[in-house]
């Protein structure tokens, strides 16, 4: 007869992964974010900074997106996944975007 065996251990958590930053985006006027500015942040931050300085830096994967980017709103919030630091600095990922870390989740 067929048996069952398993090492694995259960942890509770979020379901996303291993590590997860939410992230609070805003656009030019620091309250707001526009489609196009968010479009701009996602792209720089899953390929790595590129309008800042340093030049290059750590790339995460978006793993939801939560608000609504009319320029209008307030912040658009983001989940990334990855073992890097999020630059905070003011268009670090796109032009006058900024990126605010407001919670980390760390599941190892």
Do not use: H, W
């Not at 509770?12 to 930053?21: E, Q």
């Not at 030049?55 to 009319?70: N, R």
């Not at 890097?84 to 760390?106: H, I, P, S």
């Amino acid at each position: 007869m067929a048996s069952i065996t398993s090492y694995a251990n259960a942890k509770a958590g979020n379901g996303l992964g291993g590590r997860t930053i939410i992230v609070a985006v805003t656009g030019t006027d620091d309250t707001n974010v526009t489609q196009t500015e968010l479009n701009g942040f996602i792209k720089g931050v899953t390929y790595g900074e590129t309008a800042g300085s340093p030049a290059q830096t750590d790339a995460f994967s978006v793993a939801a997106v939560s608000g609504t980017a009319d320029g209008a709103s307030g912040a658009v919030y983001v989940a990334l996944q990855g073992t890097g630091t999020v630059q905070e600095t003011k268009g670090d990922y796109f032009t006058a975007t900024k990126a605010t870390v407001t919670t980390t989740f760390n599941q190892a």
